[in-house]
């Protein structure tokens, strides 16, 4: 009676096994497209990480990385221990909204599709690269 049973769903999940091999794997996202999060606050915006005061990485709770690039420059940004989003009743964090930090509005310029932020030891490998040689 077991061995019916068992052979019994393996025969019906056989189907199911077939079907997602077919399906096409996922494609990889687009970079560098205009993006937003949409009701960005703690539960939606899982990290942030400053571009020195040009532009700042913000990872969403997909673990998705988005670049944003400020007007001008937005002092502190690169030492501060938190930020807020200021979306102007938009109720999404896009181009048109603002980094908050220590009371300074620092409004984006653009807001796009980004892989994440280079790691320390790719900035030292950048950093050594550039110097020049000694002779």
Request: a positive charge; proline letters at 7%.
């Amino acid at each position: 009676m077991k061995r019916k049973l068992a052979l019994s769903l393996a025969v019906l999940l056989l189907p199911l096994s077939a079907a997602a091999a077919i399906e096409p794997a996922e494609e990889p996202r687009a970079l560098g497209v205009e993006a937003s999060i949409v009701f960005p606050s703690d539960s939606s915006i899982r990290n942030w990480k400053a571009d020195r005061d040009r532009g700042i990485w913000i990872q969403d709770r997909q673990r998705n990385w988005y670049y944003g690039t400020f007007i001008g420059i937005c002092r502190d940004v690169d030492f501060a221990q938190a930020i807020g989003v200021e979306t102007r009743g938009a109720g999404r964090l896009d181009k048109f909204a603002s980094i908050i930090v220590r009371g300074e509005r620092c409004p984006l310029t653009s807001f796009v599709t980004s892989a994440p932020p280079p790691s320390k030891r790719d900035k030292s490998k950048d950093i050594m690269s550039e110097k020049p040689a000694a002779n």
